[in-house]
């Protein structure tokens, strides 16, 4: 019987996924990218998830690719390194559009494709101590199929430094280039994690759901007129949605919204 790669615990609408390989540093395998893809797709279908949390078992976020994984597919063929390939894609592609939010809680040092799934997570939160790399081309390669997600981070500039020299930053740089969006002490960090939680919940479900997908269409279109039109009709469709109307008349009224989590 295989042992668990990944944990998945429920609590109040917020669906957590842990990355249980702690004594390889939560590494990617082809089983843990097929686990963690399923369990993301069942996250985005799951009227009862408001929020994803990702983290890692174990001193580590993830450091990317398994070793022995990769001593395999540098075996085999070109073909069957593509296959693979695609299924790291369809992975982070899954993040990235969840229809959820997402947050990356970044325990410890993350490399390669680790540093590709906290890109793809809307927030992500680390501790001090914590280490990032995209130390592929060390190995004559390049972080291609997480470049999508990086660059759109961090940048084309940063990308291209930290892409051709391999070298290895710290959280304060991660903060700074924008790839983590706050740093805290690791004894902060459930607290921290929290908080940027309980404003998620606090806002319209399906507004916090379209959130990204409207920041990924306006940056990614160049016609303006078009914009413009499209824009218009998704706030005249979200006003007169019965999430939209339950906002209005909750701040009118000056009540809690009816999705907000009551206090215990």
Known sequence: MHEAVLSIEDAAGVRTLCLQRPALHNAFDARLIEELT????????????????????????????????????AAA?????????EA?????????????????????????????????CDIAIGVAH????????????LP???????????????ARRWFASAETFDAATAQSIGLLHQVVA??????????????LCAAGPLAVGAAKALVRDVAG??????????????????????????????FLDKRPAAWVPQED
Do not use: K
Request: aromatic fraction near 4%; proline fraction near 3%; hydrophobic fraction near 45%.
């Open 130 to 141: 914590s280490r990032f790399g995209l130390t592929e081309s060390r190995l004559g390669l």
């Open 186 to 199: 690791a004894d902060d960090l459930d607290l921290a994690v929290s908080r940027q939680v309980r404003l």
């Open 88 to 120: 790291l894609a369809r992975l982070m592609r899954t993040l990235d559009e969840l229809p959820r939010p997402t947050l990356a809680r970044v325990q410890g040092a993350a490399y390669g494709g680790g540093v590709g799934l906290v890109a793809c």
């Open 221 to 250: 279109c160049h016609d303006r007129d078009r914009l413009d039109r499209d824009n218009a009709a998704l706030i005249a469709r979200l006003r007169v949605s019965a999430e939209g109307q339950e906002g209005l008349a909750a």
């Open 144 to 158: 291609a199929v997480i470049s999508p997600y990086v660059i759109a981070a961090i940048g084309a500039r940063q």
């Open 77 to 85: 063929s070109e073909a069957e390194n593509r296959r693979d390939a």
């Open 38 to 73: 399923a369990a993301l797709e069942a996250a985005g279908t799951d009227p009862a998830v408001r929020v994803v949390v990702l983290t890692g078992a174990g001193t580590s976020f993830s450091a990317g690719a398994d070793l022995q994984w990769m001593r395999g597919m």
